[in-house]
């Protein structure tokens, strides 16, 4: 059974030290009137409300020494859940008062130097080791299908505790380093001169918003770009490419065409087609410069079927070839970043010095700082070595070497220098170049860039902190940041996977969901929620327009699902809803309504339970075991009860009475939207009732104006909810109740600036737990080999 702490026995320790110490210490003495004020009515002087008389308790000195009461108390009463709403209520300062008193007086915090807290060495989880491979290696390397998808912890994959790693993950982590470093490293020396065009530069004179990545099969196209060619000669294009719109069979065609200025070089008729990769190869003479233009052309083919998707080529890379007489060689273009002299020197003495210059590069990247000239040295003697043995030549030697790099502690774990890293007492400033990885990792899911890295060694970064935070918020590599800190704080990761019962649907054919609610929908409901994010973080937006804005992103197919008139196209856009729209917030998303839904139905429960954890900072405890589900208390009542009906009937039970009270009005305001985010009006034949009021007293009667009364009266809390997640996901750890002062200065600093989604990302960054660390963990400088 769940010990759940009812609110009133919480304000009991107050009184009684309020009562019992009065004059041993000014702090007891300046709340005892507040607190005599608004705990004795009910339980003091003879009184025992809920069964309980301050009298019970034997000694102050006892209570003040239970640490989980009084972390109970801080919390109700830093949330606003303390008194109950129908009673006398703390005033603003009285509030700051009592918290001051406990954070001081009781968890012995020093807000004037916060505890960073500890956090456990990190390892790279699965999306970090993706992304720092294809920045520094420039590839895209299929982590899917070797390492196994990482454990979370306080909702985020970020976080130390879970990340650890077992003997069978490192031989998976083996597994792709070798992987890597023979995709990366040419295996037979230079050779003939090959390049990946930037796919950016293929347009179409008739649309600069259209890409090859969606080419419909219904609307022909002539996408064409200006490659440039260093010789004349003879060349080999090879277009790689898929069919996209639907995972069902298609009788949708198009003719494929492939050609250079006016002449056509190769062309095939292409419909459905599940396969991963499709190619198409063709020669043409091309001269040096960029006089030739090569296109890509559709012609429409035999239309879908009644019922059946639009069909689209995704092209997704487009590799010359040549000369292909072979007068000119080297290393592949994506690697000569790498090789950056070329052939490696006949002489063999001359051999080490370009293998020391490779090595350091990639160790620097890799390690993300400047690396030892011990640990260098043995990198090359690892890289000479394999050359020596029998049909092994220079690339190979590399290819080991880098192998070795992605092994090491130094690359897996992120690792931090420490001064003194066996003194938890001791709190230091981590270092710069520890802060270009934190940096880095939190808003690229990255390893750090050239810029970053060169501020770091100048010992500059520190001090150019928000200049770089706005430089790297306008990369393309933050889009990670979305996807991965909104995908988990919203759970929109969810929206493309979870299951939907198709019974529920009244549709037939396991074809017909997919098609009512298909997997474009889907990924488009999650481009919303993080497109949403990142406009307001871009445009300097007050956080809480999260909650009420009047716009969100979208294309014509989610725009026909929330009946939203004149969006067309498949391309997210920014939409201003009109003054009636039920859209508008996270709310009132699809990717919220859906990944808090159950497969059949609606969950006001899990709809409350989020907000309140998400939204609100205030988390409610876990259930009571045992509870049977609500269909099971509906199998006695009549066929057209309501949830809210259910809801009620549950609530009646004292063990769940006061957690429900909590979730469940925030849930009913959402009863309008279905499980699929769709916009309803009935329930079983009823009309939904959206009212409810909040534990903290305010009433409103649907979604939108619970979204208001949230981004109003509780501004503050949802400040501080989303704070702390970016805050968790940032430093790698739970928030704990030392972190009080941190919170507080992020939020108010932020208020008193606008309370900007961006003025709140600032603090989190230049916050104790992001700049400073512990003494205890880590690396220390004499172990780092």
């Given at each position: 059974?769940v010990?759940i ?13 309020a009562?019992?110490?009065r004059g ?7 709340v005892e009137?507040i607190?005599?004020?608004?705990c ?6 003879g ?11 034997d000694?102050?000195?006892e209570h ?6 009084w ?12 008194p109950p709403?129908?009673?006398k ?7 700051r008062?009592v918290?001051?008193f406990?954070?001081s007086?009781?968890f012995k915090?020093?807000h004037?130097?916060p505890d960073?807290?500890?956090?456990t060495?990190?390892r790279?989880?699965r999306?970090?080791y ?6 520094i290696?420039?590839i895209?390397?299929?982590?899917e299908n070797i390492?196994?998808?990482?454990d979370?912890?306080?909702?985020f ?7 650890s790693?077992?003997p069978l ?6 597994e792709a380093?070798s ?5 990366v ?8 001169l090959?390049w ?10 008739r649309?600069a918003?259209w ?9 022909p196209?002539?996408?064409q770009a200006k490659p440039?060619v260093?010789?004349d ?6 277009i790689?490419?898929k069919i996209?719109?639907s995972s069902?069979?298609s009788?949708n065609t ?6 250079v200025?006016?002449?056509?070089l190769?062309?095939r008729?292409?419909g459905?087609d599940?396969s991963a990769?499709l190619?198409?190869k063709?020669?043409v003479n091309?001269?040096?410069?960029r006089?030739?233009t090569?296109?890509?052309k559709?012609?429409?083919?035999e ?6 998707k ?6 997704d ?9 072979g ?18 020197p ?13 090595l350091?590069q990639?160790?620097?990247?890799t390690f993300?700082?400047?690396?030892d000239?011990?640990?260098i040295?043995?990198?090359?003697a690892?890289?000479?070595?394999t050359?020596?043995q ?12 880098i192998t070795?790099i992605?092994?090491?502690?130094r690359f897996?774990m992120?690792?931090e220098i420490?001064p003194?890293?066996d003194n938890p007492?001791k ?12 940096l880095s990792y939190f808003l690229?899911s ?14 500059e970064l520190?001090?150019n902190?928000r200049p770089?935070v706005?430089?790297?918020l306008?990369?393309v590599q ?6 991965n ?5 919203l759970?929109?990761r ?6 939907i019962?198709?019974?529920a649907?009244n549709i037939r ?10 997997g474009?929908l889907?990924e488009?409901?999650r ?6 994010f990142k ?9 809480t327009?999260l909650l009420?804005a009047?716009y969100?992103?979208?294309?014509e ?6 009946n ?7 391309n997210m856009?920014?939409?201003h ?8 917030g996270?709310?009132?998303?699809a990717?919220?309504q859906i990944?808090?839904s ?8 899990k709809?409350g339970?989020?907000?309140l954890?998400?939204?609100l ?10 509870v ?5 208390a ?8 309501t949830?809210r009906?259910?809801l009620?009937?549950?609530?009646e ?6 957690c429900h ?9 959402l009863?309008?939207f279905n499980?699929l985010?769709?916009w309803r009006?009935e ?6 009732d959206?009212?409810?009021k909040l534990?903290t007293?305010e ?6 104006e ?5 981004a109003t009266?509780r ?5 501080r909810?989303l704070?702390?997640?970016l ?5 790698g750890?739970g928030?704990e109740y030392?972190?009080?002062?941190t ?6 600093d932020?208020?008193a600036?606008g309370?900007?989604l961006?003025?709140?990302l600032?603090?989190v960054i230049e916050?104790?737990p992001f ?9 220390s400088?004499?172990s780092?080999?």
């Open positions: 059974m010990r702490i009812p609110v009133w026995r919480l304000l009991i320790p107050l009184a009684l030290v009562t019992g110490v041993e210490n000014a702090a007891y003495d300046k009137p607190l005599t004020t608004l004795y009515d009910c339980h003091g002087d009184m025992d409300k809920g069964d309980f008389a301050m009298d019970d308790w000694s102050v000195e003040l020494k239970d640490f989980d009461v972390y109970e108390i801080w919390r109700n009463v830093r949330s606003n859940l303390m709403a129908d009673k209520q703390f005033t603003p300062e009285e509030r008062e918290l001051a406990i954070e007086d009781v915090i020093d004037e130097n960073p807290g500890r956090v060495i990190r790279l989880n999306e970090e993706r992304n720092t491979i294809k920045d290696f420039r895209d390397f299929d982590v390492l196994p998808p990482d979370t912890g306080y909702g994959d970020t976080i130390g505790d879970v990340l790693i077992s993950l490192m031989e998976k982590y083996l380093a992987k890597v470093s023979e995709e490293v040419p295996q037979e020396g230079p050779q003939i090959e990946w065009l930037n796919l950016d530069e293929f347009k179409d004179e649309k918003d890409h090859v990545d969606w080419i419909p099969f219904d609307h196209r002539k996408m440039s260093e010789y000669g003879e060349y080999e294009i090879c790689e490419f996209k719109g069902d069979a009788s198009v003719n494929f065409k492939v050609g200025d006016d002449k056509e190769v062309s008729n292409v459905w599940n990769k190619v198409l063709t020669k091309l001269k040096r410069g006089e030739k090569l296109w890509l559709t012609e429409e083919g239309p879908p079927l009644e019922g059946e639009i069909l689209a080529v995704d092209v890379a487009i590799r010359i070839r040549g000369p292909l007489h007068s000119q060689r080297d290393y592949p273009r994506h690697v000569q970043y790498l090789f950056s002299e070329g052939a490696p006949a002489d063999e003495s001359k051999r080490d010095a370009y293998r020391r210059k490779i350091t990639v160790a620097t990247m993300r700082r400047p690396v000239q011990e640990t040295e043995r990198l090359v690892i890289a000479r070595e050359e020596k029998p049909g092994n030549g220079f690339e190979q030697g590399i290819q080991q070497a070795a992605l092994v090491s502690p897996l992120r690792a420490q003194e890293p007492s709190i230091v400033p981590i270092d710069e170049f520890a802060l270009a990885s934190r690229w990255s390893c750090p860039d050239d810029e970053l890295l060169e501020l770091a060694a100048k010992g520190r001090n902190l770089q706005d430089r790297m306008k990369s933050t889009q990670r940041f979305y996807r800190f909104v995908g988990q704080w759970q929109a969810d929206v493309q996977t979870i299951f019962d198709q019974r649907l054919s396991h074809g017909g969901v997919r098609r009512t609610f298909s474009r889907r488009s409901m481009h919303e929620s993080e497109l949403f406009y307001i973080l871009d445009h300097d937006k007050p956080a327009e009420t009047n969100t992103f979208l294309n197919e989610l725009a026909n699902w929330y939203v008139k004149g969006v067309s196209g498949r856009r920014l939409v809803l009109p003054e009636e729209s039920r859209r508008g996270l709310l009132n998303q990717t919220f990944v808090t159950n497969p059949t139905r609606t969950s006001p429960v709809r339970l989020f907000v954890e998400n939204f900072a205030t988390p409610a405890p876990p259930a009571v075991p045992d049977p589900p609500l269909e099971e509906a199998k006695e009542l009549p066929g057209n009860v949830l009906e259910l009620e009937l549950h609530a039970e004292k063990m769940c009475a006061s009270m909590r979730m469940d009005p925030i849930g009913l305001a009863e309008n499980r985010g769709l009006d329930e079983n034949g009823q009309p939904i959206a009212s409810g534990m007293g009433r409103f009667s649907d979604a939108r619970l979204s208001h009364i949230l009266d501004k503050g809390d949802f400040h909810a704070s702390e997640k805050l968790t996901y940032a430093i750890r928030i030392f972190d009080a002062p919170i507080d200065k992020i939020v108010g932020a208020e600036n309370g900007t961006r003025g709140i600032y603090g916050s104790a700049q400073k660390r512990r003494g205890d963990g880590g690396f400088a004499g780092e080999h």
